[in-house]
């Protein structure tokens, strides 16, 4: 080719294998990954324009050369990456699919048409036991050991804790702003009784409006229109990705970092919009406490005024993101539940009766906060469906940790996927039926009470589960003392239990049910 002596090849593959074994194997990806992928994205550009311009290579043969040279080296690189993962990775001697430990794109491939990354896991748990690789460096385990190791008083993993907006004191504010939505949902409901309803939509309108009230004082007016509002539909689109590439997060954060425009990039415009909610709010003093009172009273993290609102955004945009689907998921199951069963209904009502709480002032989030049977038949609909079903990631710690008499080494990522292991027999008997009164009368069903980690263990613990559980008590009592609820015609919840996406937080499906009013 004219301007070019030959091609060095074979250098250029060394070169790969090298690049491979020096640079690549060694980056933490959600640190120096981004730059990483940005820097292999430029290279074949960089490369065309030096033979283009810098030497006497015509257009056609620098496009050829630079797509050999490069191909070339990306060779080298794949093989060295291949080959280290099948033959030398410390993960090498965990069962799972061979495609799985060479590229975490196949876990991607087999969850991308129903965005079911939990159920997905809990199939290969099926089929490899308890200690499935599911990815190049990332390892599933199934086995309740894991809770107590990774989320236990002794762990070795860290996480920050998040100021003092949910303590007792701090909480007992919002019982008044909870009562107010609940009665919304429940005068909304009463309108639409005898006719079809999806339960699912009304109940994540509560939980939005709750959350966005708390976190910036003031509803999406969900509740009142009786439709979504954009913010919430863009949380929700947003969490797509997430679900689908959630086993491949430096990926996201590329996403993230592109230099999009809001209109094409929902992720900027829901940022701008918390800005601006959190801009509105801190200008404003409202008659009642919520949880950015909390926030705002515990002073500046930081010193950069631009860094301290980042935080105060990203929090109160967390606040809502967490506090919502999660609570939402739970009661849409419960009451999934109480329609295919009506005796839930029947003995929550009579453990009302028995501690005189009546659908008038009786009725707090203080009275309803430790009533046996209806905290179990929450706790089950927690156990079986919980709120983020795949679990979270941890790395293991220097020297790596053992699980039940298997070795992690460190740095290994680990995955202690809460769907399965609330399902496991190791921890439950009947582990797939709906039984609350394991948590009351019948505690022989329950093998290993630590596999119940719904909301997290420990300094790892949800800091909002005390709200969600007020949230659910008070919604789920005024339900069963306000209306006898029913399958709609054609409903029967399968929708619910299949067609629900894992993005992160459980995307529930649809569930249409019928409200009719109680005469009693």
Not at 235 to 254: A, D, H, N, S, V
Not at 260 to 286: C, D, F, Q, T, W
Not at 304 to 329: K, P
Not at 408 to 431: D, M, N
């Amino acid at each position: 080719m004219d301007g070019i002596k030959g091609h060095p090849l074979p250098v250029l593959f060394v070169l790969g294998i090298l690049s491979h074994l020096a640079v690549f194997i060694r980056i933490k990806p959600m640190v120096q990954g981004p730059a990483v992928a940005l820097a292999l994205l430029i290279a074949p550009s960089i490369i065309f324009v030096t033979l283009r311009y810098l030497t006497t290579t015509g257009l056609y043969s620098a496009a050829t050369a630079t797509t050999i040279w490069y191909g070339s080296y990306i060779a080298g690189v794949l093989v060295s990456m291949l080959a280290y993962r099948t033959f030398f990775h410390r993960l090498r001697h965990y069962p799972g699919s061979r495609l799985a430990s060479l590229t975490q794109f196949h876990h991607v491939w087999n969850t991308k048409d129903r965005i079911d990354h939990y159920s997905y896991i809990d199939k290969l748990h099926k089929q490899y036991g308890d200690f499935v690789r599911i990815g190049p460096n990332l390892l599933s385990i199934a086995d309740p050991a894991i809770v107590n190791i990774v989320y236990g008083p002794t762990t070795k993993f860290t996480k920050s804790d998040w100021y003092d907006a949910f303590t007792a004191s701090a909480l007992r504010s919002y019982d008044s702003r909870i009562a107010k939505h609940t009665q919304k949902l429940i005068q909304q409901l009463r309108r639409r009784v005898g006719t079809t309803v999806n339960a699912q939509e009304w109940i994540g309108f509560f939980a939005f409006d709750v959350m966005g009230d708390l976190a910036f004082g003031r509803t999406f007016e969900a509740l009142e229109l009786g439709k979504s509002h954009w913010f919430i539909d863009t949380i929700r689109e947003g969490g797509l990705p997430i679900g689908l590439f959630g086993t491949t997060p430096w990926l996201l954060e590329c996403v993230i970092r592109l230099p999009l425009p809001p209109s094409i990039n929902p992720i900027v415009k829901l940022m701008n919009h918390s800005g601006n909610l959190v801009a509105e709010r801190k200008r404003s003093n409202p008659a009642e406490e919520d949880v950015m009172s909390h926030i705002l009273e515990a002073g500046e993290f930081f010193e950069n005024s631009r860094a301290e609102e980042s935080l105060l955004t990203s929090d109160a945009r967390l606040l809502v993101v967490a506090g919502s689907d999660t609570t939402a998921s739970t009661l849409t199951h419960v009451i999934y539940y109480i329609a295919r069963d009506p005796t839930l209904a029947t003995n929550l009502r009579a453990e009302l009766a028995e501690n005189n709480l009546r659908n008038d002032h009786s009725l707090t989030i203080t009275s309803l906060a430790h009533l046996p049977f209806l905290n179990a038949v929450i706790n089950e609909a927690l156990r079986l469906h919980p709120p983020v079903p795949g679990g979270t990631y941890r790395s293991s710690p220097p020297g790596g940790i053992k699980v039940a008499g298997n070795f992690i080494p460190e740095g290994c990522v680990v995955l202690a996927p809460q769907y399965t292991i609330q399902r496991s027999s190791k921890a439950f008997t009947q582990p797939h039926d709906f039984i609350p009164e394991r948590w009351t009368t019948r505690p022989e069903l329950i093998r290993d009470k630590n596999a119940f980690f719904p909301f997290s263990l420990g300094r790892h613990g949800c800091i909002g589960k005390q709200l969600a559980y007020n949230e659910m008590r008070s919604v789920i009592s005024r339900l069963v003392l306000e209306f006898d609820v029913a399958f709609a015609e054609g409903e029967d919840g399968r929708r619910l239990l299949e067609e629900t996406q894992d993005r992160f937080t459980m995307g529930v499906a649809g569930l249409d049910l019928v409200f009719r009013e109680r005469k009693a």
